[in-house]
C-alpha cells in the first residue's frame, strides 16, 4: 500500500498522549468544519472532487437511516483526487480569522484546548498548522489509497456510540482529566457532547438543538464571541483573569 502523505503529522495527537500528564481543571473542545473553518471543509471536498450521488448519501443521513459513519464511509469512497490536489484544496481554505485569538486567550488561562472533528484529519491537522497553531487535532482518519482513490477510517468510533457518528465525541471528551468541559459547535456531531459539556457555545444548527432539547447554551458568531463568553464565564468561577481579554482576543500566531 502506498505510503500516506498526510500533512502535519506532527500535529496528529492521539488520545493517550494528548492528555498524558495535563492537570485536572477545564478543558476546551472545538468543533472543526463550520466552527474553526469557513464552511464545511468536507462538504466543499465532495462538491469539488466527488461523484454527485454523494449528495443522496447525505440524505439518508439528515432522514435519520444511517449514522455519520456510514455517510462519511460511503462518501470517502466516491472521491476521485489525487493527494496534490486535496492539499491544494488545504492552502486554499480559511478557518476564522479569530481563531488564532481564541487560542492565545486559553493559553493564558492555561486551558489546553482539542479539536474534536467528525470530519477528516488530513485537512483539519493541516489548515490548523498553517494557521501557525499547535492544537491537537481528534478526527477521521484520511488514507490515501493510491492513484485518485481514498478511504476513511474511525480511529476515535465506538461501537455502542448512540448517535453511531464516525467520532464519538462524547467518548472523547469523557475521556478527559478535567473537573470542567467546555465545547463548542455548529452541528450535528456536537448533539450528544453538548448534552454533558459545562459550557456549551454553540450556533447554527447545535444552537436550535440546545434550545429543543433545553440544554443551556451561549450563542456566537464567530471566535470574537466565544473569548469573551469563555473569559466571562472564567471570571464568574472566581479564575483571576491573565491576561485582559481584549488583549488575548486581538492576540495573532507568529507567522
Excluded at 486554499?92 to 484546548?113: K, N, Q, W
Excluded at 498553517?130 to 490515501?144: C, D, Q, S, T, Y
Excluded at 468510533?157 to 478527559?176: E, L, N, Q, S, V
Aim: with cysteine; charged share 25%.
Amino acid at each position: 500500500m502506498p505510503k500516506d502523505e498526510s500533512i502535519g503529522g506532527e500535529f496528529q495527537v492521539y488520545r493517550e498522549e494528548a492528555y498524558k500528564g495535563v492537570p485536572a481543571g477545564i478543558r476546551v473542545f472545538v468543533d472543526f468544519d463550520g466552527t474553526v473553518s469557513i464552511g464545511d471543509t468536507t462538504d466543499l471536498i465532495l462538491d469539488r472532487f466527488a461523484d454527485p450521488s454523494w449528495r443522496a448519501i447525505e440524505a439518508e443521513w439528515v432522514a435519520g437511516r444511517i449514522g455519520s459513519r456510514e455517510c462519511l464511509a460511503r462518501q470517502i469512497d466516491l472521491i476521485r483526487a489525487s493527494p496534490a490536489e486535496l492539499d491544494a484544496f488545504t492552502r486554499d481554505a480559511t478557518i476564522d480569522p479569530h481563531f488564532a485569538g481564541f487560542a492565545a486567550l486559553c493559553g493564558a488561562y492555561d486551558l489546553p484546548i482539542t479539536i474534536v472533528s467528525d470530519g477528516l484529519d488530513r485537512i483539519a491537522t493541516a489548515m490548523v498548522a498553517r494557521a501557525g497553531l499547535k492544537i491537537p487535532v481528534f478526527a477521521n482518519h484520511l488514507e490515501w489509497l493510491g492513484g485518485r482513490r481514498w478511504r476513511l477510517g474511525f480511529p476515535h468510533t465506538r461501537t455502542d456510540c448512540r448517535a453511531t457518528a464516525g467520532h464519538c465525541k462524547c467518548a472523547t471528551i469523557t475521556a478527559a482529566s478535567a473537573a470542567l468541559h467546555v465545547l463548542i459547535g455548529d452541528g450535528r456531531s456536537d448533539f450528544c457532547a453538548a448534552a454533558g459539556a459545562d459550557l456549551v457555545i454553540a450556533k447554527d444548527s447545535l444552537a436550535a438543538h440546545c434550545a429543543r432539547s433545553a440544554i443551556a447554551f451561549e450563542p456566537f458568531t464567530n471566535f470574537a464571541d466565544a473569548s469573551l463568553i469563555l473569559a466571562r464565564w472564567i471570571a464568574a468561577l472566581g479564575r483571576d483573569a491573565v491576561p485582559q481579554p481584549e488583549e488575548a482576543v486581538h492576540a495573532s500566531p507568529t507567522a
